[in-house]
């Protein structure tokens, strides 16, 4: 009985010391992604509120490595940045960030500029949670890449997964990006999966989408349209273009798989879907909605790469998805081909 | 002194000790405030929307004879705009509410798409804004516009300075603050504004 208690008790300590470290992971994700435990201290003390809008990846990006807005520049922050020794203003160390943090005091005494916010920390333990946070961050936003490859989970759907796949091998055959071939891997061991790289592409599809509605709408004379409740969210982007919207408009805008189909007046249809791409990759015209746009999202994928460069993160991945300009990744067609004249 | 020059000694008077170049340390962060001489501006009156959905021109919205503080913002933005924002609300707070209030402050949405009268709403609100403190959109066609007409550089939306406009409208005379002003240097600024019939 008493050996079982001593049992019983180690179990539930290893649990509880595995659940804390576990915890102290999560909360360094949490203040870096999401500001979570700690108050931002701005105007000299006199404000102070929860730091969610002040989230460390916010102003020095999701993956750590740091960005510049207009004339201020975000250092990059992961670990091996910060504790490098050449760093200008000195390496930093757990107690150095805290008084960065805290403070707004760099390594080397002097004062950090006002872009950076002082925070208050809930607890003092943050810091190493943090610092652990960012350590890992290299290798959470590189998870996937190899010297000779970069690993993509396809999509679910079988036939989805080979047009996907299909798209990143002829990407392959025309050089992959920065001598790292495409490969598909699972969604643990993957940079992205095909459906997170989609939900990044997808603000980009909808401003493409809606320029060439737009461009449709103009060129056959009407600067009004209804769009179907399931393509709402274009709304904004077309009324940008200049269409105003009206329930009771003679044009209107359904979604279709793999785009838009836009009906005008007089009963003709045009269908706005993903083009023949000119580098060879080829979503063919007869191919369906669904395989047309993962083939789009793997070629994009692999222009994305390409853009990110060597380094490539898997946030930049994501928000260069997110940039993309599709505009000459979709075409419009007529529904239905033209009667024939006999 | 002219207003201009009053105001421009003010100015030079205004820039923090950080504001200065050689203040800027490491290249962290290289953006701070710096206050530029007086210029001529005029308010147009171009068709704006408010956090409420109301329709009316852009000088309209202001209360006459006040001096504004003219700020920019979008609010999809998570990086120097929530801590201008900040700022902001220090300076919303000192000038209190009522008739005694010494200037207005008036937010100009940037992003024409997504910045709503509801997404303004929910951003003066996490703020907690006063009523004396406008959000104003010119929309998804008067957003370039008004922007143009007030001198705010183009670009992306995610790619600009923090930028103040300190003026007395009826004067037709501002000071453009780049960077992230001191919550008392804007306040300063804005009190030392000539009145209209001065």
């Known amino acids: 009985m008493r050996r079982l208690t001593a049992a019983t008790a180690a179990a539930l300590l290893a649990a509880g010391l595995a659940a804390l470290a576990a915890r102290a992971g999560d909360a360094g994700e949490a203040l870096f992604l999401r500001g979570e435990g700690a108050e931002v ?4 003390g006199r404000l102070r509120r929860p730091a969610s809008d002040f989230a460390c990846a916010g102003c020095h990006g999701a993956d750590g490595r740091g960005r510049r807005e207009g004339g201020t520049v975000f250092p990059p922050i992961l670990w091996s940045a910060l504790t490098d020794p050449a760093r200008p203003g000195g390496p930093y160390d757990e ?19 006002a872009a950076m916010p ?3 920390l809930a607890e003092p333990g943050l810091i190493s949670a943090l610092a652990r946070y960012l350590a890992q961050l290299d290798l959470r936003q590189r998870r996937g890449v190899t010297a000779d490859g970069i690993a993509l989970a396809p999509p679910a759907d079988p036939a989805a997964a080979r047009a996907f796949a299909a798209a990143l091998a002829a990407e392959n055959l025309a050089g992959g990006a ?10 643990a061991a993957s940079l992205a999966t095909a459906e997170e790289a989609a939900a990044a592409l997808a603000p980009a599809i909808d401003r493409a989408l809606a320029g060439l509605a737009a461009e449709a709408l103009r060129a056959s004379g009407q600067a009004r349209a209804a769009v179907a409740p399931d393509a709402a969210r274009l709304g904004p982007a077309l009324a940008a273009q200049g269409v105003t919207l009206a329930e009771d408009a003679g044009a209107r805008l359904a979604p279709t798989a793999g785009g838009m189909r836009l009906s005008l007046p007089g009963g003709r249809v045009l269908e706005i879907a993903p083009a023949d791409t000119p580098d060879g990759g080829t979503p063919p015209d007869a191919m369906p909605g669904p395989l047309a746009a993962a083939a789009l999202l793997g070629h994009e994928i692999a222009r994305a790469a390409l853009a990110c460069g060597r380094g490539i993160t898997r946030a930049c991945l994501l928000e260069t998805l997110g940039r993309a300009d599709l505009a000459g990744r979709y075409a419009i067609r007529a529904a239905e081909p ?5 | 002194m002219t207003s201009a020059a009053r105001l421009l000694a003010l100015a030079l008077l205004l820039v923090p000790a950080p504001a200065l170049p050689h203040g800027t340390h490491h290249g962290d962060h290289a953006a701070e405030a710096v206050v530029a001489e007086p210029e001529r501006l005029a308010l147009p009156n171009l068709p704006v929307t408010d956090r409420f959905g109301r329709r009316t021109g852009f000088r ?13 913002t979008y609010t999809a933005c998570d990086t120097l705009c929530d801590i201008s924002n900040a700022v902001l609300t220090v300076v919303d707070a000192e000038l209190g509410a ?11 949405a940037i992003d024409p798409v997504r910045d709503t009268p509801e997404a303004m709403t929910a951003e003066a609100e996490k703020l907690g804004a006063g009523p004396g403190w406008l959000w104003l959109s010119g929309g998804p066609q008067g957003t370039r516009p008004l922007l143009e007409a007030l001198r705010f550089p183009p670009g992306a939306l995610e790619d600009h300075d923090p930028m103040f406009l300190v003026g007395q409208p009826c004067l037709g005379l501002f000071t453009r603050v780049v960077g992230l002003a001191d ?16």
């Open chain 2, 183 to 198: 919550p008392d240097a804007l306040l300063a600024l804005a009190r030392a504004q000539p009145p209209c019939d001065g």
């Open chain 2, 60 to 72: 309209d919205a202001l209360p006459p004879g006040q001096p504004v503080i003219l700020s920019f």
């Open chain 1, 338 to 342: 033209p009667a024939s004249s006999d």
């Open chain 1, 118 to 120: 002082r925070f208050a």
């Open chain 1, 178 to 187: 920065w001598g790292r071939r495409f490969r598909l891997g699972r969604a």
């Open chain 1, 41 to 44: 201290v701005l105007a000299g």
């Open chain 2, 98 to 108: 009522g008739p005694a209030r010494a200037a207005t402050i008036v937010t100009v």
């Open chain 1, 95 to 113: 107690a150095a960030l805290a008084r960065a943090l805290e403070s707004g005091t760099a390594p080397d005494g002097r004062s950090l500029g």
